[in-house]
């Protein structure tokens, strides 16, 4: 009892010295003022970091998964919003609008499992509902293509031969990948540099329908991993 | 002790979601304009410079396309309206699109729209008005990029698209 009421005299003292405007120290060592500015900082620290943060870890097209591809429709237009924007504005600044071009981007395969440079895997896919597509490789890490011997970066539709149109197979690998075998249609190699990560960017020009619906699991590529080095 | 901590800390969150949402917003201006900083290395502002199709040694923009050759074109329009004549090229795409300073594409137009045929935009902001023969298209802001992709399906076709391309412009009038 005798305690408590100790406890009260003091910190009664304790307002009413800082009511009169009494210096007094703080029992946690730090002003009112120098504990609200302390605040603010770490909170201005803290909210543009998770900020630096979210857009360095977003991928290119976010919006929707569809197997291992993710893909958006928004890009390029006002109507984004501010953490689309951002992401593709560091991702892929000069993106085309959804009518234009659509976007899907993979950083796993089927199965789930990151894309690993050491890696082959085998991308099968057939024709698109749009007037041409690519496929390109990138370094995951930042966003550039991958060096390689071959010179080779991506492959495209208007690049494969018209019996390859409805089913094309592409091989992304560190090594070259040996000849088909007699009567098969050809398998192109897209070299991975042997980086560690790498992601795969599908893009579809003129798509039908003004790019305003998804393609569908059947109609993306698929991507299965054959063996790792 | 706990209870001194109270605001402070509720001042801490609010300015934290404010930063967050702060520096989402700046993100797309900034990026544009250290891109458009880059993109002068290539030539000079308020013309298009004329790049081979990318490799892994191009790093003004990334995630370029390596079957696209790429014909950007910087711009500030405090000088003026920018006039860009887009001349077709022989290859089976190619688009000229325009970025405002916020990323946005004001405009894009294909060959297929083209009708393959050349035609004429005026870039203007604020009060500027478009020069006769000239399609407008208005942007916020006095700088933005303006591009034309053309889809290089064979490198053997790329001496011919670039000689080609070159007859496009881009200069303020």
């Not at chain 1, 003091?10 to 605040?39: E, Q, S, Y």
């Not at chain 1, 991928?59 to 928004?74: C, F, M």
């Not at chain 1, 659509?102 to 057939?126: E, K, S």
């Not at chain 2, 290089?152 to 080609?164: K, L, N, R």
Request: proline letters at 8%; aromatic letters at 6%; a positive charge.
């Amino acid at each position: 009892m005798s305690a408590a009421l100790n406890r009260r005299v003091v910190t009664d003292a304790l307002h009413h010295r800082a009511l009169l405007g009494a210096p007094h120290k703080d029992p946690n060592g730090m002003k009112p003022r120098l504990r609200i500015l302390f605040c603010i900082t770490i909170g201005a620290l803290i909210g543009t970091g998770v900020a630096i943060r979210t857009v360095r870890a977003g991928a290119l097209s976010t919006n929707r998964a569809i197997g291992p591809w993710q893909t958006g429709s928004d890009f390029a237009t006002a109507r984004a919003g501010a953490q689309t924007r951002a992401i593709i504005a560091l991702r892929g600044l000069l993106a085309l609008p959804a009518r234009e071009a659509r976007y899907y981007a993979a950083q796993v395969d089927d199965t789930g499992n990151r894309l690993d440079g050491h890696c082959r895997y085998r991308v099968t896919g057939g024709q698109l509902p749009a007037r041409w597509w690519s496929l390109t490789l990138y370094d995951n890490t930042n966003g550039v293509l991958v060096a390689n011997a071959a010179g080779r970066y991506s492959y495209n539709s208007a690049g494969l031969r018209a019996s390859e149109q409805d089913r094309w197979q592409i091989v992304v690998a560190p090594r070259p990948v040996g000849a088909p075998p007699p009567g098969a249609q050809g398998r192109h190699w897209l070299p991975t540099g042997g980086i560690d990560r790498f992601d795969l960017t599908l893009r579809v020009y003129l798509p039908a329908g003004g790019g305003t619906t998804n393609l569908t699991r059947e109609q993306l590529p698929s991507i299965t991993k054959e063996d790792c080095a | 002790m706990i209870r001194r901590w109270i605001v402070p800390i509720l001042i801490a969150l609010a300015i934290g979601a404010l930063a967050f949402q702060v520096t989402l917003m700046a993100t797309p201006g900034t990026l544009m304009a250290l891109a458009m900083n880059r993109l002068t290395t290539l030539g000079p502002i308020n013309h298009f410079a004329h790049t081979a199709t990318p490799t892994p040694a191009d790093r003004e923009i990334v995630r370029t396309s390596p079957d696209l050759a790429y014909s950007p074109c910087p711009f500030d329009l405090s000088g003026g309206p920018l006039l860009i004549n887009a001349v077709p090229v022989a290859a089976p795409y190619w688009a000229l699109s325009i970025f405002d300073a916020q990323t946005n594409a004001v405009f894009v137009r294909n060959r297929f729209e083209a009708q393959d045929r050349p035609f004429r935009v005026a870039v203007i902001h604020g009060g500027q008005v478009a020069p006769p023969g000239y399609e407008p298209v208005r942007v916020d802001g006095a700088r933005g990029i303006a591009v034309i992709r053309i889809l290089v399906a064979d490198p053997a076709s790329f001496p011919a698209i670039d000689a080609a391309r070159r007859a496009s412009t881009c200069r303020i009038g």
